[in-house]
C-alpha cells in the first residue's frame, strides 16, 4: 500500500505543514484501531485515509483525519495533501468531492499548481476572556472568540505579530480552555510581507502541542480578520517553526482556503490491515 508524506501550504519541501496520505484500494475503511496505529507511526500533526466512493453521489471519495492520538472532525492541510496526491498522480483531475464528517468539502486545482478548498466559514461569538488563558499563554489577551461546535477552538488576539512570534506557552495549561485548543493571532506587523494577519495554533487535547500550518483554523480566521480589516480577500501566515501560508476567501457560509502541497516521500506501508 503507498504512503505519501506531503508537505501542505507551502511550495517547499521541508516547510509547511506534513501530512500522511493513504489512498486506499476498497470500498470501506479498515477497523479505527489500524487507522489509529498508522497515524501514530507516521507521527505527524494528521494521516488523512480516503476510498473512492461510487459515482453519481454526493462526494467522489470518502476521507477521514487521525492524528497520533485520535480521530479529528476537519482537517485542511491533510485534505489539502490528499487532494495534491489525487491530482499529481492523475487519479483525479479539476474539482474532488470529499465526503467528510464535518460534510462534503471539495478541493479544486489550478493549473498555477495551487488547490482551493471549500470548507464551512466558522461561527464565531465573542467571550468574557477566560480565566488563566493570558498566564498560559504567557502574553496579554485582547479579545477571546468561541469558533463553534465544526472546528472547537479558542480563538485569542494579541496585541501584535511579535507577541504571537514570541509565544512560549504552557502547553498543558491550555488543555482546559477548548474542545480542540487555541488559535492565536494578531494583525501583520507590515502587511508588504505578502500576508495580513499571523496565527498560531495549539491543540494538546488532540495529540499535537504546536501545529505547524492549521487550514481548519482559517475558517475562523479569515471571518474574524475580514470583519477587521474591511476585504473577503486575506492571506494569513502562521508563524511556526516551518511556517506556512494560506489564502483566505470568505464566501458567506462557506471560506475558501488556497495554497500549494509538495510531496517529499512516495513509500510502501508494509503493514496491511
Known amino acids: 500500500m503507498r504512503i505519501r508524506i506531503v508537505d501542505a501550504f507551502t511550495d517547499r519541501p521541508f516547510t509547511g505543514n506534513p501530512a500522511g496520505v493513504l489512498l486506499l484500494d476498497s470500498d470501506r475503511f479498515p477497523d ?11 507521527n505527524h500533526a494528521e494521516t488523512a485515509f480516503a476510498h473512492p466512493l461510487p ?15 485520535t480521530e479529528v472532525d476537519m482537517c485542511g492541510h ?3 495533501a490528499t487532494a495534491h496526491v489525487l491530482h499529481t498522480t492523475g487519479t483525479a483531475t479539476g474539482t474532488v468531492r470529499f465526503a467528510a464528517r464535518c460534510g462534503i468539502l471539495s478541493a479544486t486545482a489550478d493549473p498555477s499548481g495551487t488547490i482551493t478548498l471549500d470548507f464551512p466559514t466558522a461561527t464565531l461569538t465573542q467571550l468574557k476572556i477566560p480565566d488563566g488563558v493570558a498566564e498560559a499563554l504567557g502574553a496579554d489577551v485582547l479579545s477571546a472568540h468561541d469558533t463553534g461546535p465544526d472546528i472547537g477552538d479558542l480563538l485569542v488576539e494579541l496585541a501584535d505579530e511579535q507577541a504571537v512570534r514570541s509565544l512560549t506557552p504552557d502547553i498543558r495549561a491550555l ?6 485548543g487555541i488559535i492565536a493571532t494578531a494583525a501583520a506587523a507590515d ?4 500576508y495580513h494577519f499571523a496565527s498560531r495554533c495549539f491543540f494538546p487535547r488532540v495529540g499535537i502541542d504546536e ?14 480578520w475580514s470583519a477587521r480589516l474591511g476585504r473577503t480577500e486575506l492571506t494569513g501566515l502562521q508563524a511556526s517553526a516551518r511556517t506556512g501560508l494560506v489564502r483566505t476567501s470568505v464566501r458567506g457560509e462557506r471560506t475558501r482556503l488556497t495554497g500549494h502541497a509538495v510531496t517529499v516521500i512516495d513509500g510502501e506501508l508494509l503493514s496491511a490491515p
Open 32 to 42: 479505527d484501531t489500524w487507522l489509529q496505529y498508522v497515524a501514530r507511526e507516521v
Open 55 to 69: 459515482t453519481g453521489g454526493d462526494a467522489d471519495w470518502a476521507l477521514r483525519w487521525f492524528t497520533p492520538a
Open 78 to 80: 491533510a485534505t489539502l
Open 175 to 180: 488543555v482546559d480552555h477548548s474542545e480542540r
Open 191 to 194: 502587511p508588504a510581507n505578502g
Open 211 to 224: 501545529d505547524p500550518v492549521t487550514g481548519s483554523a482559517h475558517t475562523a480566521l479569515a471571518p474574524f
